[in-house]
């Protein structure tokens, strides 16, 4: 326990401050642009704006949760990190396990408190708002999890940032159409499949991600 608390104050500090990728303020604020933005593309049609709006604010998210994967997996590979936790008897799956607890902590929190203004700039009703806010509680751990596994899978490859962003995009869709689809006539029904795919993406990522880095490793 001790040895995880340790990587996830680490991998914290890393997402959290600023640094090359803008830290835990970059996804806020793109989130934020996107919720001040779409009101002026779609006009001042209030109905308008609050039936897409919850969907809006999800493919917010996934852009937002997106920014950071270039820092999640390949820099610790290119330092020898994972080859210094190995010799310390530190498996891999524990450090990618920790990886998407702390990338989570990283952007989902930010981003439910984010959603509260949001939600005022798209004319969402406190109803919607607190169907949101359980829908990102529950499908955030989910694309916290795929982003690190498509991080480790893309890490050393020429383009590996850009490429993780195209593979998460499609990958993330179910979580978004249950996600989404909580805000219309699924109502639990979504929520529960939300926190069901989210379970399954952090079950296999901590595996997945492993067997990805020692590939990369080797």
Do not use: K
């Amino acid at each position: 326990m001790s040895r995880a608390a340790a990587l996830l104050r680490r991998d914290l500090a890393r997402l959290l401050l600023a640094g090359r990728g803008g830290g835990a303020l970059l996804p806020v604020l793109f989130f934020l642009c996107v919720a001040i933005l779409y009101p002026f593309a779609v006009g001042p049609d209030a109905p308008l704006l609050a039936r897409t709006g919850g969907g809006v604010i999800w493919v917010a998210a996934l852009l937002a949760a997106i920014l950071p994967l270039d820092r999640l997996v390949e820099p610790d590979i290119e330092l020898g990190m994972f080859d210094q936790w190995s010799l310390r008897g530190i498996s891999e799956e524990l450090v990618i396990a920790v990886r998407v607890l702390a990338h989570w902590l990283g952007f989902g929190p930010p981003l439910m408190l984010a959603a509260l203004p949001a939600s005022a700039l798209l004319g969402l009703d406190g109803a919607t708002l607190r169907t949101v806010e359980l829908g990102l509680l529950a499908g955030t751990p989910g694309l916290a999890a795929l982003g690190v596994t498509v991080a480790a899978l893309t890490a050393g490859l020429r383009g590996g940032a850009a490429l993780s962003g195209l593979l998460v995009i499609p990958m993330a869709v179910p979580v978004l159409i249950f996600g989404a689809g909580s805000l219309g006539t699924g109502g639990a029904s979504g929520l529960a499949l939300t926190a069901a795919a989210s379970l399954v993406l952090i079950a296999i990522a901590p595996f997945a991600g492993a067997a990805a880095v020692r590939a990369a490793r080797g």
